[in-house]
């Protein structure tokens, strides 16, 4: 990676929104960081400390993320209200708001918060943290709302910082987006979310909710009591009817009926076109909602999947070396602005300016290359000046490394 010579348009401007939060030299290591989470390949604070040709020494990252005397909460309701200044980037009233966990994976056993969990993924118990996010999305945009660390009940962090549940976390992150005002149609959420505590907190707004139900639920159906997969299999294949969500065809059938915790639900029966044995189940609060609005309504849920995606992959969410969860909440934090600057600067290529890509991805190599531009550009400007190739390699040296 060749040193960054300036820092980019996509982080410099935003970044101006964030100065009231920080004192002078924080704003520089403020930009330098969320640059090094954009076009570093590992967003570790030694890697980054590396990337500036006018950088820091080897603490000042460092103590900006562990010590420094900056408010991460006030960072991200900045962060929020930046996108609210933007058409494409602000809430909408037909946007929803998903609500998942991540792990990020960790090997030391020593680092604060870290825990074993089971990782689906993998098929086992791995060491990480554990997060519960809240996620904006409409049919333009989504981004992260906010996250709460998840503590293992007994561990010296949950003695700590107090023991929450997942579900009293996740009923926080629906508190604090009807806090912050996000004007959502909807909360989805996975199985493991759909119980009674979280939809009281849905329906406490007068909001709707959409989720998945697990295949052994107990209904009630005109007076008989069975699992929503015992009912599934006696619906005649006449009252499925076909539903386009995104390129597939599913064929879908919903009815009212009584769910065990839940009260009265709307209840959808779906499964892939021409499949007539794998059933999966969906549950609303809303009774007049139609199969399509439902399966519509909960497909937006996979941009939290490509948030943790692109989050780890290109902007090191999990890369974070420091073992105090102060500074490993504020590089969370940090990656949230990350992706949001690049999300608004993708929103703004749209009207034909700034940033022209369409996946985070894409956009992080841009920002590279607009680097490497700069680069040349200033190095061209060096040999203008009788700078000789041997002062430039001196000038160079330290920072060109494998980063």
């Known amino acids: 990676m060749l040193p960054v010579i300036e820092i980019p348009g996509i982080v410099s401007g935003p970044a101006s929104f964030f100065s009231a939060l920080f004192w002078k030299r924080q704003q520089k290591h403020f930009k330098e960081y969320v640059t090094g989470l954009i076009v570093s390949s590992k967003a570790t604070i030694s890697t980054m400390n590396r990337l500036f040709l006018d950088g820091n020494d080897q603490s000042s990252l460092n103590k900006f993320l562990t010590e420094s005397d900056w408010d991460e909460k006030a960072v991200n309701d900045r962060r929020l209200e930046m996108l609210q200044r933007n058409g494409i980037t602000r809430w909408k009233p037909w946007g929803i708001v998903a ?29 990480a943290h554990n997060l519960v996010t809240s996620h904006y999305s409409d049919k333009e945009i989504s981004y992260p709302l906010d996250y709460r660390l998840y503590h293992k009940d007994g561990s010296e962090t949950a003695k700590a910082y107090g023991f929450r549940t997942k579900i009293e976390l996740c009923i926080e992150l629906i508190h604090d987006a009807m806090a912050r005002h996000v004007p959502a149609i909807a909360f989805v959420f996975d199985s493991w ?18 989720a998945p139900a697990k295949s052994n639920r107990i209904i009630r159906v005109g007076g008989a009591e069975m699992n929503i997969t015992e009912y599934a299999r006696t ?10 969500v995104g390129g597939r065809v599913y064929a879908a059938y919903s009815f ?4 065990s915790k839940l009260g009265k639900v709307r209840a959808c029966i779906s499964r892939e076109k021409g499949d007539v044995k794998d059933f999966t ?9 139609e199969e399509g609005r439902m399966l519509n309504t909960y497909a937006k849920r996979w941009t939290i ?14 890369d974070y070396q420091v073992r105090k969860l102060k500074g490993i909440m504020r590089h969370w934090y940090l990656v949230f602005v990350a992706y949001s600057v690049l999300k ?15 996946t985070i991805g894409k956009a992080c190599r841009h920002v590279v290359i607009a680097g490497i531009r700069t680069f040349l550009k200033w190095t061209y400007a060096k040999f203008r000046e009788n700078v000789s190739i ?3 390699m001196e000038m160079l040296s330290i920072k060109i490394a494998k980063v």
């Open 193 to 210: 979310f759909l119980c009674e505590d979280v939809a009281g907190a849905v329906e406490s707004y007068g909001k709707a909710y959409v």
């Open 281 to 289: 189940f969906f549950v609303t609060n809303m009774l007049d909602w």
């Open 390 to 392: 041997d002062k430039l």
């Open 344 to 358: 608004l600067g993708m929103a703004k290529g749209r009207l034909g300016r700034w940033l022209d890509a369409e």
């Open 256 to 259: 009212a009926c009584s769910m």
């Open 235 to 244: 619906v005649p294949a006449e009252k499925f009817r076909d539903v386009k």
């Open 305 to 318: 999947d490509a948030f943790y995606r692109d989050a780890k992959q290109e902007l090191g969410f999990e």
């Open 99 to 127: 609500i998942d966990d991540t792990l990020c994976h960790k090997t030391g056993k020593d680092i604060e918060g870290v825990g074993e969990f089971y990782d689906h993924a993998e098929g086992k118990c791995v060491m």
